[in-house]
């Protein structure tokens, strides 16, 4: 048995509800589709998900026409978790039980999130997820700020609540997985209906705890919130995603690859076409220092590896120049608010001799990063016979990177 208090919020699973129409936004396209800051909502809202380090499988329910249209997406723009979409219901509640079902058995937490929250904060997820642990089941929300009245058909005012009792709720919310299974379950028998998940939970009789929303985290219901949220999205890609990856103004990465010899291949080093009997073997064109490179700006940003962006399954990858995936992952990481402050790599082999080739190794690898070759630092050794370069089987690569916070 897991420690329910325990400190680490792994075993996580994320259900989104992406089962909207639009029909209020009067638009063909579903809303969950639309473009903001150039990218579809949906993906803006699991892009944040699938950074949330605690979460370790996402399942988006959606109607079943759409599926394919969410799956080009997340093909096209692949992540560090794998994103399982599965046809929602006919309403909400049923649309979260039918994502549920779907969760795996060793998810400990399960949180609930909508697909049209795009500009939702990492803080605001860890809360509803650390409040979830220990109560059992939590919901962002916020104060009422306006005065809410019941009010009759008529019109006429029924009651004043005390506004220090009222709170707009949000997702994301979480629940321990059997709390919630059970909750939406007993609600299915017995044909309740809540308008989010924190009322079936109460609703079966477990207690819910609000923890601080954000006010940024909108649910885009009218046009007018594609405007706001395009805002937001923009303000964040200025620099408030780099507190979005923790409080730690630098991030270093690290980048180690391996390529054996091929014959009639040529050899390519940062990008340099090096004159030898012999090339190295790869989908790509195999340059063993621009992939290391590339896997160490990519890992200091948290944005994985040069395999997962470009697959070798890919045909469009095969005998590409290395210096794209370069242009490519500074661009990703600029995205994310990072800039490359600096580069530091070890070529590892044998032969052939590359000290010649250094400069205009650096002075490749910098264009393609845009730095100035005074921030790319390329050095070679042997490995004095030892190991798979020692007995020319192969070159391997080694880099570091440091990333800054972008200056706004
Ligand atoms: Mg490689």
């Known amino acids: ?44 809202t699991i892009e944040s998900v699938s950074a949330l380090e605690p979460v370790s499988q996402i399942v988006v329910a959606l109607p079943a026409e759409h599926i394919p249209r969410a ?48 500009a939702c904060d990492r803080d605001t997820m860890l809360r509803v997820l650390q409040a979830a642990r220990k109560k059992g089941a939590a919901a962002a929300g916020l104060p009422a700020t306006e005065t809410i009245q019941r009010v009759a058909r008529s019109g006429r005012v029924l009651a004043t609540p005390p506004r220090e009792e ?6 994301p919310q979480a629940f321990r997985a059997g ?10 028998e017995a044909g309740f209906s809540g308008t989010d998940e924190s009322s079936v939970v109460r609703w079966a009789g477990h207690p819910v705890t609000v923890v601080a929303g954000s006010p940024d985290n909108i649910k885009i219901t009218r046009t007018l919130d594609l405007d706001i949220a395009e805002l937001l999205m923009s303000k964040k890609a200025r620099g408030k995603s780099v507190s979005a990856m923790g409080e730690s103004k630098f991030r270093v990465g690290q980048g180690i690859d391996y ?33 290391a490179v590339c896997d160490a700006v990519l890992g200091a940003a948290g944005l994985g590896d040069i395999g997962l962006h470009y697959p070798d399954t890919d045909p469009r990858n095969r005998d590409r120049c290395s210096l794209e995936f370069l242009k490519e992952a500074r661009e990703k990481i600029e995205a994310a608010g990072w800039t490359i402050r600096n580069v530091d790599a070890t070529l590892l ?26 921030s ?14 020692g007995r020319e089987e192969g070159i391997s690569a080694q880099a570091i990177a440091l990333l800054g916070g972008k200056q706004e």
């Open 1 to 44: 048995m897991r420690d329910p208090d325990r400190k680490d919020l792994s075993g996580v699973a994320a259900v989104i509800a992406a089962g909207g129409t639009g029909t209020r936004m009067k638009s063909r396209v579903p809303k969950q589709f639309l473009e903001i800051a150039g990218k579809p909502i949906l993906l803006h």
């Open 71 to 118: 799956e080009a997406i997340f093909g096209r723009h692949p992540m560090r978790l794998e994103i399982r979409c599965v046809p929602g219901g006919a309403t909400r509640q049923e649309s979260v039980r039918c994502g549920v079902a779907h969760v795996r058995a060793d998810a400990d937490l399960i949180m609930v999130h909508d697909a049209v929250r795009p």
């Open 166 to 171: 009222l709170y707009a709720i949000q997702t």
């Open 179 to 188: 709390i919630l299974r059970s909750a939406l379950e007993r609600a299915h």
């Open 259 to 291: 390529h054996r010899f091929a014959p009639g291949r040529k050899l390519i080093l940062g990008g340099v076409e090096i004159p030898f009997a012999k090339g190295l073997q790869g989908h790509s064109d195999a340059d063993a220092l621009a992939h």
């Open 349 to 374: 082999l044998e032969r052939p001799r590359v000290a010649p080739h250094l400069p205009a190794m650096r002075q490749r690898l910098a264009e393609s990063l845009g730095l100035d070759p005074a």
């Open 376 to 389: 790319v630092n390329i050095k070679a050794t042997t490995t004095e016979g030892m190991n798979a370069e």
